[in-house]
């Protein structure tokens, strides 16, 4: 078993070789020739994500169950079960919204009503975004604005009507409006298709809810193949189309740096390290940010666009209000993947003077076949024991959840491995477990 599935990793792994040797050829190939035509020849900018969606980048990113006092992550591998509850809400009918401000308690209540489905999101999004993601275009009949923000959608199935919740963790404010049209009997299919239920409880932690895994859960380990573009593809897509002679180059240290035009309010810098694939793309412009936290949204996802690597995958993740930074990451089965870079997969700030646009220029390509195991997670709460028994402070962990760590395997840099395991927000900053008790370490050590 084990030996198939090495000839087969090693099959798709030459093939996928021979596939980035050509096109890396024909990249640079046009490159050169592009450069020796006239300057007013246009280059064609890449148009890979040309019918990428924003309303497919601001899906919810997981859904949870909850019956009988149990409440399930749930994952389908077969069929995408978000995409399906989106198909299922665009054929309701949502009445006016009532606002409700809830206390700890009472909030902790409404998310444990039973006989519910959540479509959860990482962070804030707003109602604005909400119907550009259902295709939501009604007028609001009250109770709501567009730029109202909420991280849960929540659909209570256990009375004669079902109702829509609008809940935001961080401020525990609800919008509740009732759902006509809506079919039950979709949800009890989903629920029942789904391959994965990952058990899991909410619970408070520095007043905010958190998903708590219970123990004995498990989820399966991935290997990917990634694609790496060369550089002369991001010069194309985000210096001068019209002339490539006005572009300059450095080299510094690892990294290149390409600038163009020198009137700071035209000017493009683009720095691509050699070693570890992150980009940073700055662009000087007259143009103010946007007021609203939806055209916030709406112009880094342009950005995102711009960057022109492949977008499959990847979901909104956060969003700094007081920076003005929306932070967008790859998702693999349903959880989020980390140390891809390290500031997330794509991070766009808006700027009084422009924008700046952080990411990778690695991304995930084909699943190769991984070993057929899977791994047990140990349960939330002995996690955040293990943290107090090595003197971190709980009052200092924003944030525990599971996702999967971005690893290239030592004998082949073309396949990342995706391993399973916690990731903690502690003081402002996501590390692994592991990392973070290794950081601790450190700085025991050299005290």
Sequence with gaps: MRFNNFLMRLGLILAIGISLLLSWKIWTNNSHYERQTDSQTTQKTPTRNADHQL??????TQVLWRQS??????????????????????????????????????????????????LLYPDDVTYGILKEVFSYQ?????GIKNNATFNRIQITLGSKTADLWLLNDRTKV???????????????????????HLKVEEQFLNHKPLMYVAAN???????????QQPENYYISSLLNQQNTDSINTKEQGDSAIYTDGTDSEQYKRLTIDHKTGEISFIKYEDVAVPKTTTKQFETSFDALLKTGNSLAGMRYYSHDEKTDTTTFRTYVEGFP???????GSVKVQLLPTGQRVD???????????AEDHQVTLDS???????????GFLLEDVDNIQVGYEWTKESDNDQVIDLNPTYFIQYQGTWRSLSALLALKTELTEGS
Aim: a positive charge; proline letters at 3%; charged letters at 20%.
């Design 55 to 60: 309303a497919d980048t601001f899906l919810p």
């Design 69 to 118: 006092d149990q409440s399930e992550l749930l994952y389908n591998s077969k069929e995408n079960i978000v995409t399906q509850l989106k198909k299922t809400l665009k054929k309701t009918q949502i009445a006016a919204f009532k606002k409700v401000k809830l206390n700890e308690t009472r909030y902790g209540q409404q998310l444990k009503t039973d006989k519910t489905v959540t």
């Design 138 to 142: 009604g007028k609001n009949r009250g």
């Design 174 to 196: 609800g919008y509740q409006g009732e759902l006509t049209g809506f079919s039950k009997q979709k949800i009890k299919e989903l629920v029942n298709a789904s391959d994965v």
């Design 217 to 227: 859960q498990q989820l399966a380990p991935y290997s990917y193949l990634v694609n």
């Design 337 to 343: 993947v980390f140390y891809q870079t390290n500031f």
């Design 359 to 369: 990411f990778s220029n690695y991304s995930l390509q084909v699943p190769v076949p």
């Design 380 to 390: 939330t709460e002995s996690v955040l024991n293990q943290l107090t028994q090595n």
